[in-house]
T-cell receptor
Framework: GAGVSQTPSNKVTEKGKYVELRCDPI?????LYWYRQSLGQGPEFLIY????????DSGLPNDRFFAVRPEGSVSTLKIQRTERGDSAVYLC???????????FGPGTRLTVT | QKEVEQDPGPLSVPEGAIVSLNCTYS??????FMWYRQYSRKGPELLMY????GNKEDGRFTAQVDKSSKYISLFIRDSQPSDSATYLC????????????FGTGTRLQVTL
C-alpha cells in the first residue's frame, strides 16, 4: 500500500512569508507526528495528533507554528512570518495508535531566503 | 546537554566488516529503543526496536540495550555497500505520549 506522502517535496520562500506543508498518512493510521530535521541533526519532535486532536504540541518552537488535522487524516503544518532559522526538512510520520512503529514520509525541504 | 548522544561519524568500513553503532542517553524513563536508517534525502526507515534491556536480532542486525549504563548499540554483520546511510537511534518513554527523541545520527560508509 501507499506510504506516508508529503507535499511539496521542496519549498523555497522569502523571509516573512506564510507556508503550509501537507502530510497524507498511511490509511487507517490514527496517530500522526511532525518532526523537524536540521542539517546534520536527528529529527526533533514538533507535534503529535491522535485522531483530530493535538495530544502533544510541546515541540512547537513558538506561536508562529501551528498544525491541524481536521478530519483525522491529512494534516497541515502552518508556519507564519517565516524566518531563515526555520529552514529545515519537515518530516511527517504516522502509526497505528500505541504502536512503536512510526512510518516516515520523505519530508518537505523548506528553505527560507 | 542533549538527552540522547550519538557520534556523528562518519564511519568508514570495508565490505564484510562488523559495524558497531552506539548511543548514550540520560533520561532513565526511556523504555523503548529504536534504530532507524536514513538514506540521503529520504525519510527515516525503522530497522528494529527493543523494549527495556536485552538483545534483539533480525537478520544481519542486532540491537542491544543496557539500561543500567544507559547505552544502546546496533551491530551490523557482513556489512554491504547498500548499508551506507545515516543510522539514527531513537527512544521514548511509556504511556500515551509517543514522541520519539532522536540522536544526531551516525553516517556510515561501506566501501568495496
Amino acid at each position: 500500500g501507499a506510504g506516508v506522502s508529503q507535499t511539496p517535496s521542496n519549498k523555497v520562500t522569502e523571509k516573512g512569508k506564510y507556508v503550509e506543508l501537507r502530510c497524507d498518512p498511511i490509511s487507517g493510521h490514527t496517530a500522526l507526528y511532525w518532526y523537524r530535521q536540521s542539517l546534520g541533526q536527528g529529527p526533533e519532535f514538533l507535534i503529535y495528533f491522535q485522531g483530530t486532536g493535538a495530544a502533544d504540541d510541546s515541540g512547537l518552537p513558538n506561536d508562529r507554528f501551528f498544525a491541524v488535522r481536521p478530519e483525522g487524516s491529512v494534516s497541515t503544518l502552518k508556519i507564519q512570518r517565516t524566518e531563515r532559522g526555520d529552514s529545515a526538512v519537515y518530516l511527517c510520520a504516522s502509526s497505528i495508535s500505541g504502536s512503536n512503529e512510526q512510518y516516515f514520509g520523505p519530508g518537505t525541504r523548506l528553505t527560507v531566503t | 546537554q542533549k538527552e540522547v548522544e550519538q557520534d556523528p561519524g562518519p564511519l568508514s568500513v570495508p565490505e564484510g566488516a562488523i559495524v558497531s553503532l552506539n548511543c548514550t542517553y540520560s533520561n532513565s524513563a526511556f523504555q523503548y529503543f529504536m534504530w532507524y536508517r536514513q538514506y540521503s534525502r529520504k525519510g527515516p526507515e525503522l530497522l528494529m526496536y527493543t523494549y527495556s534491556s536485552g538483545n534483539k536480532e533480525d537478520g544481519r542486525f542486532t540491537a542491544q540495550v543496557d539500561k543500567s549504563s544507559k547505552y544502546i548499540s546496533l551491530f551490523i554483520r557482513d556489512s554491504q555497500p547498500s548499508d551506507s546511510a545515516t543510522y539514527l537511534c531513537a527512544m521514548r518513554t511509556t504511556g500515551t505520549a509517543s514522541k520519539l527523541t532522536f540522536g544526531t545520527g551516525t553516517r556510515l560508509q561501506v566501501t568495496l
